[in-house]
């Protein structure tokens, strides 16, 4: 059994970084896809960023390309994404998940397809 445990949330000022991680344990990272997202007060749950296996694919929502990057250190077995630029609107509690289909619909980043959420960890980013 898989377990992802979030970490590095907290409160920024706008225009501030934040780096998250995504730690796994029970599976060495290297066999799964992984992806974050997002959900903010009232809002519903938002694809950020999703990482092949290798890490030679990366995915992103539109409102967080060009300011977040996602990457792995498979010998870590930890999942990063850095934020940069943070906005306000991007307030809400970040959480990584297991893809469990093929690869190549990764790029679909339907939630629906990721599991063994972890608890999530929350970033308030200030005006």
């Known amino acids: 059994q898989v377990t992802l445990v979030e970490s590095g949330g907290g409160l920024v000022q706008a225009g501030g970084s934040l780096r998250l991680s995504c730690a796994v344990s029970?599976?060495?990272?290297?066999?799964?896809?992984i992806g974050w997202f997002r959900q903010g007060p009232g809002k519903e749950r938002e694809f950020v960023a999703a990482i092949s296996r290798s890490g030679g694919s990366t995915y992103y929502g539109d409102s967080v390309k060009g300011r977040f990057t996602i990457s792995r250190d498979n010998a870590k077995n930890t999942v990063y994404l850095q934020m940069n630029n943070l906005k306000p609107e991007d307030t809400a509690v970040y959480s990584c998940?297991?893809?469990?289909?093929?690869?190549?619909?990764?790029?679909?980043?339907?939630?629906?397809?990721?599991?063994?959420w972890g608890q999530g960890t929350q970033v308030t980013v200030s005006s």
């Open positions: 998940g297991v893809y469990s289909r093929h690869e190549y619909y990764l790029r679909d980043s339907n939630p629906a397809d990721f599991g063994s």
């Open positions: 029970g599976r060495t990272v290297s066999a799964y896809s």
